[in-house]
């Protein structure tokens, strides 16, 4: 079945440094990708997605590209806030199945 | 607008009671999502409504669970004669359309079993 990889973490970074947490996908077909981020005590929410190969999601700053040659969608922003502290959730839809969500990647920005 | 509302927040039951979980979705959405997320792990999806239609429900939602979702609006999901291992957050989400792209997630109900 459908399944996605996410980097574990904790990851801890000192503000304004460059992010990158890594997700990989396996489906049948061809899925939509998305990051969604819970902040803490916040339900999750989507923070951006790409619906098909090359597209470019962007939110925020954050951004990511689906790259269906290596089947990964990783999540990069240039400069990390105190404010970006929160859980990283990779997630995937083929079709019109419901999400399948990565373990979730919990990151940490110091000041 | 006011989000995807869950009540309880926290649950503490002993093994072998029964428990009900409401959800309330942003009212214009058609679809409505339970998922289920333990420590450590992403949320695991449990069943989904289109409207007041049980559309889809995982190999994860045993006998014991049941949801409802009567006349398309809030829905309630049961839990039978709880057990340690359905300990979890569970989580409500909602979308509008036809098509997964973009859920709205309740902040989730804290279920543990004594």
């Known amino acids: 079945g459908d399944s996605v990889t996410q980097m574990e973490g904790p990851v801890t970074l000192s503000e304004e440094a460059f992010l990158t947490i890594n997700c990989t996908y396996t489906?049948?077909?061809?899925?939509?990708l998305f990051w969604y981020v819970q902040y803490p005590g916040e339900g999750l929410q989507l923070l951006l997605k790409a619906t098909k190969a090359d597209d470019k999601g962007s939110n925020k700053g954050f951004e990511a590209t689906y790259r269906k040659e290596t089947t990964s969608f990783h999540l990069e922003k240039g400069s990390v806030q105190v404010s970006d502290s929160a859980v990283y959730f990779c997630?995937?839809?083929?079709?019109?199945?419901?999400?399948?969500f990565g373990k979730g990647t919990r990151l940490s920005v110091i000041a | 607008d006011t989000g995807v509302s869950q009540n309880p927040r926290h649950k503490i039951t002993k093994r072998g009671q029964n428990v009900t979980f409401r959800c309330d979705p942003i009212?214009?959405?058609?679809?409505l999502y339970w998922y289920r997320q333990t420590l450590g792990q992403g949320p695991e999806f449990l069943t989904y409504?289109?409207?007041?239609?049980?559309?889809?429900k995982s190999r994860l939602l045993s006998d014991r669970f049941s949801a409802e979702r009567p006349k398309g609006s809030f829905s309630t999901l049961e839990i039978q004669r709880t057990e340690q291992g359905d300990s979890a957050m569970y989580l409500c989400a909602s979308s509008l359309g036809q098509t997964n792209e973009k859920l709205f997630f309740g902040s989730g109900t804290q279920l543990s079993v004594l």
């Open positions: 997630a995937l839809s083929s079709g019109n199945t419901p999400l399948v």
């Open positions: 489906a049948t077909g061809y899925p939509s």
């Open positions: 009212s214009e959405h058609n679809r």
């Open positions: 409504f289109q409207n007041e239609a049980q559309l889809e």
